[in-house]
């Protein structure tokens, strides 16, 4: 009678266990959505933000950190000694080549040069006298009137009078450059910088404080630093025909202050720092940069033309492979592998998506291929939004 009992509940156990075993495959199968098992509705939407796939151009650059420096800086000092008796510049005042900057008391040396024209004149009059002399005497000796020995004694007197002269012509010239000096001009164009010595004072010639400091701004140079590795890259582009172009940034990096061009690269590598010095030239016109500042330097190396943009925050990392989530026409998204050529802080040069496609940009903890999504309205007078950095397909 027992056995008889269990063979009658054998079919029944055996429907139970096969509807338990289609429950447990239905709620654990694989792709089954959080919603699903939570026993909420399969089909709700992930909302997400997205940007679209854009066709334009994107820079390959290396940043470096710079100073600005002039071409020239002149310290304008005085070469005689006397009385500072005019200063005609004011400070920070723009001047240019040959400008009138300061003047020295010029009497003692106007005076010292009216000595050596009158010191001149004289010896110079004595040489014409002993140079007709020299010509009697010529004659006289053709006519055996007078020993050679006399005609050779006058020939010597002619010479030495002659060097008299000359030497008379050289204090000369020696007078006026003094009398020339007493008239400080600007030797650049520039910037003049704070004065240092007032009208009255004496000035010595050479001495340690200036009269007036003068910077060239138009054009100014950067100097700056790139990385030793980076010469790979750098050199060819140096080597040819077409100058690369520099923009100086802000400390922030956020402004750009100037464009330049490339003008040179240092002979050496810093041993100590692994970097090489470079130096760019620019216009400066409106002055926007000014000596001795601090700017973030970056070097173009070349300009992608005609390449997808996205988003940096789209990008994301599955081990090795770069991939973003593209939306489809029916509103999920597919998983897509991308290549990427070129990044320039929030924007990527990527292969692999086309113009127009739409990709996620944030959203991603909840997100997986084939999921429905809701795309979040975005602010009209905003940009893209900041998002964090992209994590790894599959982190929570």
Same mark, same amino acid.
Request: hydrophobic share 40%; charged share 20%.
């Given at each position: 009678m027992h056995n008889k009992i269990n063979s009658k509940k054998r079919p029944l156990f055996a429907a139970a266990l096969a509807a338990a075993v289609a429950a447990g495959w239905l709620v654990f199968r694989p792709g089954a959505s959080r919603a699903?098992?939570?026993?909420?509705?399969?089909?709700?939407?992930?909302?997400?933000?997205t940007a679209a796939v854009k066709l334009g151009s994107l820079d390959i650059y290396i940043d470096g950190i710079g100073t600005v420096t002039p071409i020239s800086t002149i310290t304008v000092t005085s070469r005689v000694v006397g009385e500072l008796t005019e200063v005609a510049?004011? %400070?920070? =005042?723009?001047?240019?080549?040959? &400008?009138?900057?300061?003047?020295i008391d010029p009497r003692p040396y106007q005076a010292a040069l009216n000595q050596a024209q009158g010191q001149l004149a004289r010896d110079q009059a004595m040489l014409r006298n002993a140079r007709l002399d020299l010509a009697r005497y010529q004659d006289?000796?053709? =006519?055996?009137?007078?020993? %050679? @020995? +006399?005609?050779?004694?006058? +020939?010597?007197?002619?010479?030495?009078d002659a060097g008299v002269v000359q030497l008379d012509q050289g204090n000369l010239e020696s007078a006026q450059v003094n009398v020339d000096y007493t008239r400080i001009v600007s030797p650049i164009d520039g910037r003049v910088g704070l004065r240092q010595v007032d009208s009255g004072n004496i000035v010595q010639a050479n001495g340690t404080v200036p009269l007036a400091t003068i910077t060239q701004l138009q054009p100014i140079t950067v100097i700056f630093t790139i990385a030793e590795d980076s010469l790979s890259e750098v050199l060819p582009a140096v080597n040819g025909s077409q100058p690369l172009k520099v923009l100086a940034l802000d400390r922030t990096q956020q402004k750009q202050l100037a464009t330049g061009? *490339?003008?040179? *690269? &240092?002979?050496?590598? &810093?041993?100590?720092?692994?970097t090489v010095k470079a130096r760019a030239v620019f216009p400066n %016109?409106?002055? %926007? *940069?000014?000596?001795?500042q601090f700017v973030n330097a970056r070097l173009v190396l070349k300009t992608l033309t005609q390449v997808d943009l996205i988003p940096s925050a789209a990008? =994301?990392?599955?081990?090795?492979?770069?991939?973003?989530?593209v939306v489809q026409p029916d509103g999920t998204v597919q998983s897509r592998n991308v290549n990427v050529t070129a990044i320039d802080g929030e924007t990527a040069a990527v292969t692999g998506v +086309?113009?127009?496609?739409?990709?996620?940009?944030?959203?991603? &903890?909840?997100?997986q291929a084939g999921m429905?999504?809701?795309?979040?309205? @975005?602010?009209?007078?905003?940009?893209q939004p900041a998002v964090a950095p992209p994590k790894a397909a599959g982190a929570p």
């Open positions: 699903a098992v939570a026993g909420g509705p399969a089909a709700a939407a992930v909302p997400v933000s510049y004011q %400070e920070g =005042q723009i001047v240019k080549k040959g &400008d009138l900057l300061a003047v006289a000796y053709r =006519q055996h009137a007078i020993p %050679e @020995q +006399q005609l050779a004694t006058q +020939q010597a007197v002619v010479d030495g061009t *490339l003008l040179t *690269l &240092d002979n050496q590598v &810093d041993p100590a720092t692994g %016109e409106a002055n %926007e *940069l000014y000596p001795n990008i =994301q990392l599955n081990d090795a492979q770069r991939f973003v989530y +086309q113009m127009g496609e739409s990709v996620v940009i944030d959203g991603f &903890d909840r997100l429905k999504v809701s795309i979040r309205r @975005q602010p009209a007078a905003s940009a």
